[in-house]
């Protein structure tokens, strides 16, 4: 079976219990050979994922201060990381899909592939 996940949870929280609870499911459901996890952030600054296989890259603007950053920063992550699972939602590859949060920006990619 394979799980997609979104990012938005990692997109938005740099640490919190929302994405803490999801690196803990993934990282459970990863060992089970029944399951095939789809999950990858190519940008993020959450905490938990920093040090797992499912971030692409390292942050850019990690060390820089400025007003405004975080506002910033969700933009870019989101940017560049539903295009990902949006490509694999519109060609109905996972059997289940999790959203991470509540944003439903995905629904137009679920209807269209299931109409």
Not at 37 to 66: G, M
Not at 83 to 88: D, E, F
Request: charged share 25%; proline share 4%; aromatic share 14%.
């Amino acid at each position: 079976m394979k799980v997609l996940f979104d990012t938005q949870i990692f997109d938005w929280q740099i640490s919190g219990g929302i994405s803490r609870y999801f690196i803990e499911v993934l990282s459970r459901l990863d060992k089970d050979r029944d399951m095939e996890v789809i999950f990858r952030c190519r940008h993020s600054y959450n905490t938990y994922i920093q040090d797992t296989r499912w971030l692409a890259k390292k942050p850019v603007l990690k060390n820089l201060q400025f007003k405004g950053k975080l506002s910033a920063l969700k933009i870019i992550n989101q940017q560049l990381n539903r295009p990902y699972g949006n490509r694999l939602l519109k060609k109905g590859v996972p059997d289940i899909f999790h959203p991470t949060y509540y944003d439903p920006y995905f629904l137009k990619n679920l209807v269209a592939h299931h109409l």
